[in-house]
């Protein structure tokens, strides 16, 4: 029973994010564990020393949306990404979500680990994997290093796509170099205050929030709307 993937754009915890992260914990569990902890994983605010506050924001958002167990999960880097306590938490999750922050700290702290290992094992179990921005990013099969300048791998729970969040504000700058490196992917621009959730047939996506969802494919940009529904 393999669960939903929530991908966001940006400007998390607040106004229009209701829609998808409420979604969100509706299909947590496959839908059918009320109970099942919500973890937030702050690994990419750690860089700045920001994931207590970004991470506490989080909680209360959550609970303030009816979540009745939500987790401030204490992964940070590779050491803690390999903590085997801490996986076998995420083993049992309803819904993990990503933060924001630093793609690439994150990328690398999550990759090859047990952590990564258990997301993938709940998510197989009916868990729902959520990121806002940079947690958006590595969820994909790749992802755009904006300290590097370049595509890097990611942790491919998407296969063969690219997030660009922020698409609304600056994202978008990034779509023409992204095609000539990543040619025959999928790049994905999501607005903020939007996400979007394969939860439709066949495991089509559909936009909810605030702004809309802009697909790259060779060709001119598609533009999706909050509840219409599309394939990647």
């Known amino acids: ?19 998808p992260d409420r979604r969100g914990i509706d299909l947590a569990g496959g839908g059918r564990r009320p109970d099942a902890p919500l973890f937030i994983i702050p690994a990419a605010a ?9 991470g506490g924001n989080g909680v209360r958002w959550f609970k303030r949306l009816g979540a009745r167990q939500v987790i ?14 801490l996986a076998s938490m995420i083993r049992g999750a309803g819904l993990v979500y990503l933060l924001g922050g630093f793609t690439h700290y994150l990328g690398q702290t999550l990759a090859g680990s047990l952590c990564l290992q258990a997301m993938q094992e709940a998510y197989a179990g009916g ?31 998407v296969p063969n796509a690219c997030v660009i ?13 992204l095609a000539q490196s990543l040619p025959g992917v999928t ?3 999501i607005d903020e205050q939007t996400g979007m ?5 066949e495991g089509q996506w559909s936009v909810h929030g605030k702004g809309v969802v802009t697909l790259y ?14 394939n990647l």
């Open 165 to 177: 969040p922020h698409h609304n504000t600056f994202g978008a700058r990034w779509a023409p170099g």
């Open 127 to 157: 868990a729902v994997i959520a990121g806002s921005s940079a947690g958006a990013m590595v969820l994909c099969q790749y992802y755009y290093n904006p300290e590097g300048h370049r595509p890097e791998e990611g942790l491919n729970l």
């Open 1 to 19: 029973m393999k669960g939903h993937i929530l991908l966001e754009g940006g400007s998390e915890f607040g106004g229009a994010m209701a829609a």
């Open 46 to 54: 750690a860089p700045d020393h920001n994931d207590q506050h970004a």
């Open 197 to 201: 959730v394969d939860d439709g047939p």
């Open 72 to 85: 401030l999960l204490p992964v940070v880097d590779r050491l803690s990404a390999n903590d085997p306590s």
């Open 187 to 189: 790049l994905v621009g």
């Open 217 to 230: 494919r060779g060709g001119s940009p598609v533009v999706y709307q909050p509840g219409e529904a599309f």
